[in-house]
C-alpha cells in the first residue's frame, strides 16, 4: 500500500503534470473554449438522441396507428355483414330490402354529417374577433338605435 503525503495533490493521482499558478493563468481562456466546446457537443448529442427516440415513437405509433386502422375497418366489415344476416335471416326480410335499409342510413347519416360541417364552418368564431373589429360593430349598432329615436 503506497501511503499518500500531504505534499501530493489530486492531479497527481490522476497523471496531470503539476502547474504553476502563471501557467494555468495562461491557459484559463483555451481550457474555458475547450470545456464550452465540449458542453455544445455533449448537449448536441443529447439533442440527436432525442430526436433518435422521438423518431422511433412517431414510426411506432404510425404502425400501431395503421394496424389499428386495417383491424378497425375489418371489424366494421364484419359488423355490416352481421346486421345483413340478422336482418334476412333472423327478421326475415327479403335481400334487396336490407340493402335498401343500409343504403338509407347511410344516406341520412351523411346528410347529417354534411348538415353539421356546413353549420360549424358558415358559424363564425366570436373568441377570435380582432378587437377593433368588435369596437366598430358597437359603434355601428349605436348609430343604428340612435338613428331609429
Known amino acids: 500500500m503506497v501511503a499518500?503525503?500531504?505534499?501530493?495533490?489530486?492531479?497527481?493521482?490522476?497523471?496531470?503534470?503539476?502547474q504553476t499558478a502563471s501557467q494555468r493563468d495562461r491557459g484559463g481562456v483555451r481550457r474555458l473554449v475547450q470545456r464550452a466546446w465540449?458542453?455544445?457537443?455533449?448537449?448536441?448529442?443529447?439533442m440527436l438522441t432525442q430526436a433518435?427516440?422521438?423518431?422511433?415513437?412517431?414510426?411506432?405509433?404510425?404502425i400501431l396507428f395503421g394496424t389499428a386502422s386495417v383491424l378497425g375497418l375489418l371489424a366494421i366489415i364484419f359488423l355490416y355483414i352481421g346486421v345483413f344476416k340478422l336482418?334476412?335471416?333472423?327478421?326475415?326480410?327479403?335481400?334487396?330490402?336490407?340493402?335498401?335499409?343500409?343504403g338509407g342510413f347511410h344516406l341520412i347519416l351523411a346528410?347529417?354529417?354534411?348538415?353539421?360541417?356546413?353549420?360549424?364552418?358558415?358559424?363564425?368564431d366570436t373568441g377570435e374577433d380582432d378587437?377593433?373589429?368588435?369596437a366598430r360593430e358597437k359603434k355601428?349598432?349605436?348609430?343604428?338605435?340612435g338613428g331609429a329615436s
Request: positive net charge; aromatic residues 10%; glycine residues 6%.
Open 52 to 62: 433518435k427516440l422521438t423518431a422511433k415513437r412517431i414510426v411506432m405509433f404510425a
Open 4 to 18: 499518500f503525503s500531504s505534499s501530493h495533490s489530486i492531479h497527481d493521482l490522476t497523471g496531470e503534470p503539476r
Open 111 to 124: 346528410t347529417t354529417l354534411v348538415m353539421i360541417g356546413a353549420s360549424k364552418l358558415s358559424k363564425k
Open 87 to 102: 336482418l334476412t335471416d333472423v327478421a326475415g326480410l327479403a335481400p334487396v330490402w336490407a340493402y335498401l335499409f343500409y
Open 140 to 145: 355601428h349598432e349605436s348609430v343604428g338605435m
Open 38 to 46: 465540449r458542453v455544445v457537443d455533449l448537449q448536441y448529442r443529447i
Open 131 to 134: 378587437p377593433d373589429d368588435v
